[in-house]
Structures are given as C-alpha cells and as structure tokens.
C-alpha cells in the first residue's frame, strides 16, 4: 500500500472516530466516479478515489473535501470535485491538468496536478492562486491527496 493509501484509512478511521464532529456522505459507486472523472477529463489518484468510495464527500470542520455527491435538488448533476473543477477552469482559467480538491482561506485554490503522478499514480497537491503569473501555482503543500487529507484532519481535531 502506497503512503498515499496508508494516510487515507488513518483519514478514514478518524472521520469514523469522531461522528460527533466529522460528516460524511454514503460514499460513490464505480460508476458516479467514472462519470466524475469523465466530466472533467482527469483520473483521480488512487488516494482521493479510496475517500471518494467511502464517504462520496466529508468534512473535519473547518476542513471540507468536496469529494463527489448528488443532492436532491440538484438531480443526477455531479457536485463536488468535478463541479469545482469545471466551474475554475471557466471562471477562473484554472489549467486543464488541475484538478479543484478544495477552496480554502488560507491556502486558496488547492489543486492537484494530474501532468506530474508519481510511481504511485498519487498526484502532489499545490496550493493555487490565479493572480500569479505562469499557472498561478504558489507553494507545493503535500505530495499526495492522502497525505495533505491526513495533516489537514490532524490539525483540525488537535
């Protein structure tokens, strides 16, 4: 198992372990996650796909991962990950390869940047800003989804 992948079920089990302050989705069928990635033309890595399945989307507060879900209202439109990342490419010109895992105060437009996967097939995880000349990425933040998922649900029960 990949680092990326151990990270997550330590994500996994710390969403399970505290109900009383994380939320959580029903999780994504093979097919919706197909569909998701469809629509934006990206795979996800290994690590987000893992959570994807779990949970669909979830949250330590303040911290919200987007995943993938559908709600009532909505319909059979996809939200989440795929909604982002369609949603900044048009709006904000977010470069085809990034992939939207989060809008966050602090660090900005989080991305993922599917042109550099590792051995893994783990994407590395940037904080961008679209005022920043040359594809406005800032400041790498984690080399993998897993790992940025992990230290961001740590810092938020600490």
């Not at 990635?37 to 690590?47: H, K, N, Q, R, V």
């Not at 599917?114 to 893994?120: A, H, I, L, M």
Request: proline share 8%.
């Amino acid at each position: 198992m990949t680092s990326g992948l151990q990270a997550v079920e330590h994500v996994i089990t710390l969403v399970r372990e505290h109900e009383d302050l994380a939320r959580h989705g029903d999780g994504c069928s093979p097919e919706v996650i197909a569909r998701a990635e469809a629509e934006m033309g990206l795979i996800f890595p290994p690590s987000y796909r893992r959570l994807i399945e779990e949970f669909g989307t979830w949250e330590i507060p303040p911290a919200e991962f987007p995943g993938v879900y559908q709600t009532p209202a909505r319909g059979e439109e996809l939200l989440g990950t795929s909604a982002y990342t369609l949603e900044d490419r048009t709006r904000l010109g977010l470069p085809h390869q990034f992939m939207v895992i989060m809008h966050d105060d602090v660090l900005g437009v989080v991305v993922l940047d599917t042109s550099r996967p590792d051995q893994d097939g783990e994407y590395p995880v940037f904080a961008w800003n679209p005022a920043i000349p040359e594809g406005g990425v800032m400041e790498k933040v984690a080399d993998s989804f897993g790992e940025f998922a992990l230290n961001e649900c740590r810092q938020n029960l600490s």
